[in-house]
């Protein structure tokens, strides 16, 4: 692997940004110092060291975003997407799944292909939980239907799991991911979603210190617990 693409996968920077850190004189490789950017290297044997500090390569990496309203999860785009947040030191990461323009929470952010296939595959059985606020009270009939399923315009919802959080807002949790499924199921029930935030993805859960469109990367222990 070229230098200047190791060190910007890194997240040391831009591949420009990153090129100029090399030719600084700041880069060392097995304790010489390289000031060519083309230089070859093994990600995983060779010493990389910036400023004397040890660069340890990461074959993935995973970033929690908190998504504001407005994006659409994409990586490109004429309108504003979920990767124009994301810092130009992350290269090639997509996000896993998708959350409507106007929701917001919890999106992981990776490069690691197979682990996304896993979490979104339905017969993974993910849970995803969400914040759902809803224009009008729910009745006992409808928490029931929500908890026993709904088929709704030639479509069927498997049942979610329904807590009530105040008399406009609930947590749902649902394991499929349909198109703006839980937006139909209320419509189902003849009422309608006002916001949508999604709190947690198998077992990881979004830090609620992060505010809408931050993020950061996940810890060892977050990583471990999204695998199957």
């Known amino acids: 692997m070229r230098l200047d693409r190791m060190l910007a996968e890194c997240g040391l920077g831009t591949r420009n940004e990153v090129k100029k850190l090399i030719r600084s004189g700041e880069v060392t490789v097995n304790g010489v110092c390289v000031r060519k950017a083309d230089t070859s290297v093994d990600e995983f044997n060779d010493e990389v060291c910036v400023s004397d500090e040890p660069v340890l390569y990461r074959k ?13 999860t994409a990586t490109e ?16 990461l997509f996000p896993c799944g998708r959350l409507d323009r106007d929701t917001t929470g919890l999106l992981l952010i990776t490069n690691d292909g197979q682990l996304a ?38 479509e ?48 990881l859960c979004l830090d609620e210190t992060l505010r809408p469109g931050e993020y950061r990367e996940l810890t060892e222990e977050e990583i471990s617990e999204l695998q199957f």
């Open 156 to 203: 069927s919802y498997r049942p979610a799991v329904y807590h009530k959080i105040s008399e406009l807002e609930c947590s749902l949790i649902i394991k499929e991911g349909k198109y703006h499924e839980i937006k139909l199921m209320f419509e189902a029930l003849g009422n309608e979603v006002v916001s949508l935030r999604r709190v947690r993805m198998k077992n």
């Open 117 to 154: 296939h896993k979490l979104l595959s339905p017969k993974n059985n993910v849970e995803k939980e969400y914040v759902v606020g809803h224009r009008s009270p729910l009745s006992d009939a409808d928490v029931k239907k929500l908890e026993s399923g709904i088929t709704y315009g030639g």
């Open 60 to 72: 993935f990496i995973y970033l929690m975003l908190n998504k504001p309203a407005g994006y659409i």
């Open 77 to 92: 785009g004429n309108v504003p997407v979920v990767m124009d947040l994301i810092g130009e030191g992350y290269r090639d």
